[in-house]
C-alpha cells in the first residue's frame, strides 16, 4: 500500500466510544495535548468529554474527515465492522493514509481481514486491545497490545502512545495483539471467578469478608483481579465497570480459540460456565464480580450491603 502521509504528520486522534475504556484513552490524549475528538451514540458521553475541553461529534462522516488515526473502543467485533465498513464508516470517510486502531476484544482471525480491506481503501491497521479497565484508563496507565505493519507505526506511533501508559508493539502483523489480549481474558476471567469463589467459601465457613481480603491481599494467593474486584463485593456495589456479559463473550472467544487449536481449556470452560449462569441469573449486566451472587445463590448467603442499606 502506497503510504499518501509522511511519517510525523497525524495530529488529530479520533476515540469511537467513550465509554469506561475509550473515555480515559480520549481524556489522556487531550491531557497530554493531543487534539483529540471522541464521538459516541450517547449525548451524555459527549458532554461528559466536552467538559473537559475535548471535542466531539455523532457522525462518523465528520470524525473521519478531520482525523489523522482514528482509536475503535467500542463493545465487540460486529459493532467493530461497523465502525469500519458501514456505509459512513471509517473506511469510506478517513483520508488515505490514515491509521484506524482496532482496541476491542476480538477473535484474533479478523484483524488480518480488517488490514486487507482497510488497505484497498489506502488506509493502515493497528490491532490494539487494551488493558487496565477505567481506573487505569483515566489515570492513562492502560496497556496496549499493539501489532501491525511498521508503516502504521511510523503513521500514529506517537498519537498510540498518548492514550496509554505502556504500549507492547508485539510484531507486524495483524492479530498477533489480539491473541495477546485473548490469553490476558482467558486469565482475568478465571482469577476473577476464582475470587468471588474463595470469597463465598471462606463467608461459608464464617470468615469475616474485610477481614479474609486484607489477608489474601498480603499473602501468596492475591491476584489483580482479587485485589481489585473483591472492594465491589465488600461494598454491595456491583455498578459495571466491566460486565458479567463481557467475560460470556470474551471466555467464548478463549474457547473457540481452543477449539480450533484442538487445546483443552478446562479452567476457562469452567470459568465460562459460572458467568453463564450468572447472567442466567439476571446479573449479565452487573459488574463482572456479581458472579458471587451465583455462590450467594447455591449457599444462601448473606453478601455485603451498600453502606445506605446497611
Known amino acids: 500500500m502506497t503510504q499518501d502521509k509522511q511519517a510525523g504528520q497525524a495530529k488529530v486522534l479520533g476515540v469511537v466510544g467513550l465509554g469506561s475504556m475509550g473515555y480515559g484513552a480520549a481524556l489522556t490524549a487531550l491531557r497530554k495535548g493531543v ?46 465492522e461497523e465502525v469500519l465498513f458501514g456505509a459512513d464508516g471509517l473506511a469510506h470517510t478517513l483520508k488515505r493514509g490514515s491509521v484506524v486502531i482496532t482496541s476491542a476484544t476480538v477473535d484474533p482471525t479478523l484483524p488480518p481481514v480488517w488490514q486487507q480491506r482497510l ?112 472492594p465491589h463485593i465488600l461494598d454491595g456495589d456491583y455498578s459495571p465497570l466491566s460486565t458479567v456479559n463481557i467475560f460470556v463473550k470474551d471466555l467464548g472467544l478463549v474457547l473457540d480459540a481452543g477449539r480450533k487449536l484442538s487445546f483443552p481449556l478446562p479452567l476457562a470452560a469452567a470459568a465460562h460456565q459460572l458467568y453463564l449462569a450468572t447472567a442466567a441469573a439476571g446479573h449479565g449486566a452487573e459488574d463482572d464480580s456479581a458472579v458471587i451472587k451465583f455462590y450467594a445463590g447455591l449457599a444462601g448467603l448473606d453478601l455485603p450491603k451498600p453502606a445506605q442499606e446497611s
Open 35 to 80: 487534539a483529540t475528538v471522541g464521538l459516541d451514540t450517547r449525548a451524555e458521553a459527549r458532554q461528559r468529554f466536552e467538559a473537559e475541553g475535548g471535542a466531539t461529534t455523532d457522525s462518523l462522516a465528520a470524525l473521519g474527515a478531520q482525523c489523522d488515526a482514528v482509536v475503535v473502543l467500542v463493545v465487540n467485533a460486529a459493532q467493530t
Open 119 to 230: 488497505a484497498a481503501h489506502g488506509l493502515w491497521l493497528i490491532d490494539a486491545p487494551v488493558s487496565g479497565g477505567a481506573v487505569k484508563a483515566a489515570a492513562g496507565q492502560m496497556t496496549v497490545m499493539a501489532s501491525g505493519a511498521p508503516g502504521a507505526f511510523a503513521a500514529a506511533g506517537e498519537l498510540l502512545a498518548a492514550i496509554a501508559g505502556k504500549v507492547y508493539r508485539l510484531g507486524d502483523a495483524p492479530g498477533i495483539g489480539s491473541t495477546v489480549k485473548m490469553v490476558n481474558q482467558h486469565l482475568a476471567g478465571v482469577h476473577i471467578a476464582a475470587a468471588c469463589e474463595g470469597m463465598a467459601l471462606g463467608m461459608r465457613a464464617g470468615a469475616d469478608p474485610r477481614a479474609l481480603y486484607e489477608v489474601i491481599c498480603n499473602s501468596a494467593g492475591m491476584s489483580w483481579m482479587f485485589q481489585n474486584r473483591v
